[in-house]
């Protein structure tokens, strides 16, 4: 700890009376002030220390400050100083990578050395959001009603959720009209979509989160309230506003996509590094997940090919249905990979309420999921957003 240099630290200060530091503990540094709002921007305007006067706010207001901290992808440290500290409030705050609490009253010297080891603990000055550690956004979508995508989507968010990484992830079900990934999940959609259609130029990470529903510790989803009329009454702009702040605020984001293009579906698809086709293994969705793989790859014009991912394989052939070679043959190209059949799974984790790697952990269904996505996720991102 020690001597860290406060020339030119940007330090984001929640509440008036701390402008007094700017001549004795802060000199200096390049300090703003601000209200619990602000922190909103950190993700697009990143600052090296936030200081925030627990004196100067009301008890909701600090709370939905450190909610909106934890929140953050890449959080600056914290340091919360005041009189009457709230435990709960501090307890929470604690929890964030790298904050400290200091009681008031205080000296100019305690508050300088208090400052000084957070900044000494995070490193380098906050780098860009570019620089940041990047998100990765994989689409998810049937070649067919009923091909899985869905399930997919939610098992996949699940098990990149459940790596070691401590990665975030978002599940975004974009079937805005009537979606199933909440229901699948046992959970409740929170996004009233006539609401979100009214914030959207305004959408940012503290606004998201009003609309996001907690499933893990790990994983979240973000889906719309069902609503007939919501492809018409949410814009194409405020569906790209989602995602650009949901890649901000997330490590992963998962879509889980309606095979029916919308006047967003291409730029959404286009800022995503995988698409995955979903494909049951009959003939006419083969013929289907060839011909809407073409169309998309065609579309985006970006070089980005979608995978074909082949759902419900059976581990004995009964019947007519075709093999993955036979599958492969149809689709005039290789499969990236395929997911057994498991349907007392599927069925008993959807009636449950959970992802099948909760209620079935064992299924072939969960083992599959996890090898496309240690193989996908360990491969360099195919498209850089930032570019
Ligand atoms: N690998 C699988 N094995 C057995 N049943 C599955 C499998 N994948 C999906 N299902 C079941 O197929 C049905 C349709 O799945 P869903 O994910 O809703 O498809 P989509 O979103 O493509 O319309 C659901 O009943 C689901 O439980
Ligand atoms: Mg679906």
Same mark, same amino acid.
């Given at each position: ?5 406060? +020339? ?7 509440? +008036? ?5 700017? /001549? ?45 901290? !934890?929140?953050? /992808? ?30 008031? #009253?205080?000296?100019?010297? +305690?508050?300088? !050395? ?15 959001? +570019? ?12 070649? @067919? ?111 889980? @996509? ?20 979903? !494909? ?25 090919? #979608? ?81």
């Amino acid at each position: 700890m020690g001597n860290v240099r406060l +020339q030119g630290r940007r330090i984001l200060a929640l509440g +008036q009376s701390l402008a007094l530091h700017a /001549k004795g503990a802060l000199a200096g540094a390049d300090l703003e002030l601000g209200s619990v709002v602000d922190l909103a921007e950190l993700p697009l305007r990143p600052r090296d220390l936030v200081l925030i006067d627990a004196d100067a706010w009301e008890a909701p207001d600090l709370a939905a400050a450190v909610k909106t901290l !934890s929140a953050l /992808k890449s959080c600056p440290p914290v340091l919360l100083v005041g009189e009457s500290l709230p435990t709960g409030l501090v307890r929470n705050l604690l929890r964030l990578d790298n904050s400290d609490v200091l009681e008031a #009253p205080f000296t100019e010297e +305690q508050l300088l !050395s208090a400052v000084q080891g957070l900044l000494a603990a995070a490193g380098p000055a906050a780098a860009s959001p +570019q620089a940041a550690g990047e998100s990765r956004c994989w689409a998810v979508t049937g070649a @067919v009603g009923g091909a899985g995508a869905t399930t997919l989507a939610i098992e996949i968010a699940t098990a990149l959720a459940a790596r070691p990484t401590g990665e975030r992830v978002c599940l975004i079900d974009l079937n805005l009209a009537d979606g199933a990934a909440a229901a699948y999940l046992g959970a409740q959609a929170a996004m009233r979509l006539a609401d979100f259609g009214q914030a959207a130029e305004r959408l940012d990470a503290a606004m998201l989160q009003a609309f996001i529903t907690p499933i893990s510790k790990q994983l979240d989803l973000l889906a719309g309230v069902r609503d007939p009329g919501a492809f018409d009454a949410v814009s194409r702009e405020a569906v790209l506003r989602m995602l650009e702040v949901a890649c901000e605020c997330y490590d992963w984001v998962i879509l889980d @996509v309606p095979r029916h293009r919308r006047p967003w579906t291409l730029e959404a698809l286009a800022g995503c590094d995988e698409v995955l086709v979903i !494909s049951e293994l009959t003939v006419p969705a083969l013929l289907a997940a060839r011909a809407y793989s073409d169309e998309i790859e065609h579309a985006l014009g970006s070089g980005l090919k #979608p995978r074909i991912v082949l759902n419900r394989l059976a581990s004995r052939m009964f019947g007519p249905a075709p093999s993955m070679a036979e599958a492969e043959r149809a689709l005039q190209r290789k499969a990236e990979a395929g997911v057994s059949s498991d349907w007392e799974a599927a069925a008993a984790s959807a009636n449950l309420g959970g992802p099948i790697a909760q209620h079935r952990p064992k299924s072939k269904i969960v083992k599959d999921v996890q090898l496309l996505v240690e193989r996908l996720a360990g491969a360099p991102a195919r498209n850089s957003k930032a570019a």
